[in-house]
């Protein structure tokens, strides 16, 4: 398989130098955006992540913070080039709502300190339809919509939610993808589909039978479908 393919606008993506991926949770990097990641390290791009919770759902903040600092050392993601937040008003929860506002600053003060030509996040039903990615989009999108390029960013892009089906097809997902894609879209397909597995892998405390199958049988495992986001 192709290192890298694109179709569509592509100049966007390919002229990142700069990327912040903002997201949710400890493990939504590896489990959704691998093979953007690979294919923006290939590149040449600076990848920076912003992980807006440590995953304390269950008590285990502390844990994935550090498998969060391993699958990134997987994606050759560089250690000091993540950043964990942990907010009361972002804490990791199926029923806990995150204020767009609250996401606006957390992404803004990190713009400001370090900033980034090109942010990725969620798009509005957040892939599975967690009510935290959700609230990482809307708080992204407000960011953008008042302040992205007066914070230096050229290009935001929201990663796309498949349908279930298109969503488990596995290598089926390529061509899928390529059907489905509509103007404007960018399809990012990854080469090293190992690479996902060893991520998602090193979130031990994730590792478990259901996660192993998602891996082996998602689309994003495989490709990602990127809608550009507007900005002010």
């Not at 997987?74 to 942990?86: A, E, G, S």
């Amino acid at each position: 398989m192709q290192q890298l393919s694109f179709f569509g606008s592509i100049q966007g993506l390919k002229s990142a130098k700069r990327v912040l991926l903002v997201i949710a949770h400890p493990d939504d990097e590896s489990m959704f955006y691998a093979p953007t990641l690979h294919v923006l390290h290939r590149q040449g791009a600076t990848v920076r992540i912003l992980c807006l919770s440590n995953g304390n759902g269950d008590g285990l903040g502390a844990v994935r913070e550090k498998e969060l600092l391993a699958a990134c050392t997987v994606l050759q993601i560089p250690r000091q080039n993540v950043t964990i937040v942990d907010h009361p008003e972002l804490q990791d929860g199926m029923t806990r709502s995150w204020p767009a506002e609250a996401v606006a600053q957390q992404v803004q003060q990190h713009l400001r300190q370090h900033p980034c030509d090109t942010v990725l996040t969620f798009d509005a039903y957040g892939v599975s339809g967690h009510i935290n990615h959700r609230g990482v989009h809307e708080g992204v999108r407000l960011l953008l919509e008042s302040q992205g390029h007066q914070l230096g960013v050229q290009h935001g892009w929201q990663l796309v939610s498949e349908s279930l089906l298109h969503k488990y097809s596995c290598l089926l997902a390529v061509l899928l993808s390529a059907l489905l894609l509509q103007r404007g879209q960018v399809l990012v397909i990854g080469g090293r589909a190992c690479v996902s597995v060893r991520a998602m892998a090193a979130h031990k405390s994730q590792w478990v039978w259901y996660r192993k199958l998602f891996v082996l049988l998602s689309s994003y495992t495989f490709v990602n479908r990127l809608q550009p986001m507007a900005l002010d």
